[in-house]
């Protein structure tokens, strides 16, 4: 049967269809629900995500000379763009420049995943008036 929800992200009501024999607990499932919109930007973030980990591992793990350590620095540039218009979405904020999450991804490579959380900490914490 029809069950409605809140998306756990956006808010919006919406409804899903789950089975009458669903065992498990439905309290978390329609908690946990969000819209399609905003699985798919769940989705592009996720893929950013490895992404920029997976170049980052690269910087880390590998001696790397000037030339690839640029071609990387692009890619991430690039990546982190793409990346602060998905959080900006996600957090209905406006978009906080990454030029400086770049540099500090450069330097500290193998911390990437505190590095995007700090990012997405410092836009979800923006106030918008
Ligand atoms: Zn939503």
Redesign the pocket.
């Known amino acids: 049967m029809k069950h409605s929800y809140h998306?756990k992200?956006?808010h919006?009501p919406g409804s899903i269809e789950i089975a009458d024999d669903y065992c498990g607990n439905l309290a978390n499932l329609l908690a946990g629900a969000?819209?399609d919109?905003?699985h798919d930007l769940i989705r592009r973030r996720a893929r950013l995500e490895d992404y920029i980990g997976s170049r980052c591992m690269e910087l880390a793990r590998e001696r790397l000379d000037g030339e690839e350590r640029q071609k990387i620095q692009s890619g991430l540039e690039v990546a982190l763009r793409k990346y602060a218009e998905v959080i900006s979405q996600e957090f209905k904020k406006p978009k906080v420049d990454t030029d400086n999450a770049v540099q500090v991804l450069m330097e500290s490579p193998a911390k990437y995943w505190l590095i995007l959380r700090d990012y997405r900490d410092a836009c979800s914490a923006l106030v918008v008036h």
């Open positions: 998306c992200i956006c919006k969000v819209c919109g905003c």
